[in-house]
Every structure is written in C-alpha cells, then in structure tokens.
C-alpha cells in the first residue's frame, strides 16, 4: 500500500509539473494546446523517473542507463495513451479547458503507469 501512495505522489508532483509546463508553454510560446502537451509529457516523465526511482520503487539492479531506457520505454506508451485521451476530449469538447483534459487523461495513464513500471521497469 505504501507503494502505491508513493506512486500517487509521484505521479501528482508529475501532473503540477505537466500542467506547469502545458500552462507556460501556451503562455509564452506560439504553440497550441496539441504540440505543446508533447513537451509537458517529456518533462513531467523526466520528474516522475527521478520520484519513482528514489521514492516508490528504489533504483533496479539494471544500472541507470537500462532502467532509464525501460522507463522511457513504458512511459511513451502510457504517455501515447494520456495524450490520444486528452485529444479526443479536446476534440469532442472543443469549450473544454486544455488542463480540464490534461487531468482527465492523466488519471486514466496513472493505472497502466503503475502496472507497467512496477513490472517492467523495478522488478527485482
């Protein structure tokens, strides 16, 4: 269970840091909500590695490079998933706020995150 409440942690540290950047990114950029969410997702699974490796399930046996690329691995396909959610809320609610989305998308990613690093990424 302690886990598991590390791993929320985790994971909301990540999703201040996604909508952080989401959030400056349109602000300062002349990117819309579709290209910026791309950079947020890339930043925010950089800060969740960090959590998740130190915080919820301590470094792996594989050494830094292997388990970085395994984390990057299973985080681009849960990252594939939370951005095509957040496209289709978009795109089925244009009116609705791009962090509206943003939430939405990252609570249906946060289960196959779990089940994926848990068991791909800092299995012993």
Known sequence: MQRIVHF????GVGFVADA??????????PLGPLAARILSIGFALCVTWVLN???TFSPSSRGVAKEGARYGGVGVATSIVNYLVYCAILFALPAAPPLAALAAASLVAM????LGYSRLVFDR
């Open 111 to 114: 289960t196959l995150s779990f």
């Open 20 to 29: 952080a950047a989401l959030w400056l990114l349109l602000a300062i950029t």
């Open 53 to 55: 490796r130190h915080l």
């Open 8 to 11: 929320v942690f985790a994971g």
